[in-house]
């Protein structure tokens, strides 16, 4: 027996409805390793600099490349299933780093600490952004970022570094394993 | 009269295909995963796949990573033309009225 029209569309709400979970998953599947993989890079980015203040700079050099190169790596996974996501991984990335670079720039000279904060304040902030327009579990991820963060530079006042590697090397890598429980 | 496929038509194995079909093809879900999108138990799950693979729409294989066991599932290309078959066909169904409106 053929169905009726409602059912008909009612079965079309169920397939988009479907198909828009599957592609949620996905996505926070794929976001799920990024977040891992630079949940582990600051947080050791962090612990380094707190051993080997006077290194800062070779530190971070050193770091974001390694999770650079690991990351357009992970990104190739999910390249079959979302085309074209090593360009948008790399533009991304590349944007976070310009921002970051130029902020100093126009800031200088900034302190260590106040440098710092912007890396994970721009990347809380996309967070909430693509969070409001999409998946609302960034929303979360993106605000427990910030504030943290925030709080550690207001109130760290010694070993500031090490509380900063579990604010955001921490909070990064709850998120991810949050993420994977889909 | 457009009559849609009847085993796709079951509200669980409709899920099940539409999940599969946002894959490209030969790429496999795991059980686990699927379970989670379909919003289903183990048991219910896997009665309509086997339903599923009866009617060689999927394809199941199970494998081991180290000593724990897993299983995963694709649309077969049968599967995969009988779904598009299937969403032509509710559009078909909704065409007339579209018509009227």
């Keep these: 027996m053929s169905p009726s029209p409602e059912e008909a569309a009612a079965a079309l709400r169920a397939i988009n409805s479907v198909q828009a979970r599957a592609a949620g998953f996905q996505d926070y599947r794929a976001e799920s390793r990024q977040l891992m993989l630079w949940g582990v890079v600051n947080l050791l980015g962090c612990v380094f600099t707190a051993l080997f203040p006077s290194f800062l700079l070779l530190i971070w050099l050193a770091v974001v490349i390694v999770g650079l190169v690991a990351g357009v790596r992970l990104a190739r996974i999910a390249e079959e299933v979302m085309p074209g996501i090593v360009w948008r991984y790399l533009l991304v990335v590349g944007s976070v780093l310009l921002f970051a670079l130029l902020l100093h720039v126009v800031m200088w000279p900034l302190t260590p600490r106040q440098g710092s904060m912007i890396v994970p304040l721009f990347v809380a902030t996309l967070y909430v952004i693509r969070g409001a327009q999409s998946r609302p579990r960034y929303v979360i991820i993106g605000a427990g970022l910030a504030l943290l963060c925030f709080c550690c530079f207001l109130f760290a006042t010694s070993h500031y570094w090490w509380w900063l590697a579990l604010a955001w090397g921490g909070t990064f890598i709850l998120s991810s394993l949050w993420l994977r429980r889909t | ?101």
């Excluded at chain 2, 379970?35 to 009665?47: E, Y």
């Excluded at chain 2, 999927?58 to 649309?75: A, S």
């Excluded at chain 2, 995969?80 to 509710?90: I, M, N, P």
Aim: proline fraction near 4%.
């Design chain 2, 1 to 101: 009269m457009q009559t849609p496929d009847d085993l796709i038509h079951q509200p669980v194995r409709l899920k099940i295909m539409a999940a599969l079909n946002t894959l490209a093809s030969n790429q496999w879900l795991e059980f686990v995963s699927l379970r989670a999108i379909v919003d289903t138990t183990d048991g219910n799950l896997g009665a309509h796949l086997g339903t599923l693979e009866g009617a060689d729409y999927v394809r199941i294989k199970k494998d081991f990573v180290g000593k724990k066991p897993r299983t995963r599932v694709c649309l077969s290309v049968k599967g995969r033309e009988a779904f598009a078959h299937y969403v032509a066909t509710l559009h078909a169904i909704l065409a007339p009225q579209n018509i009227d409106t």
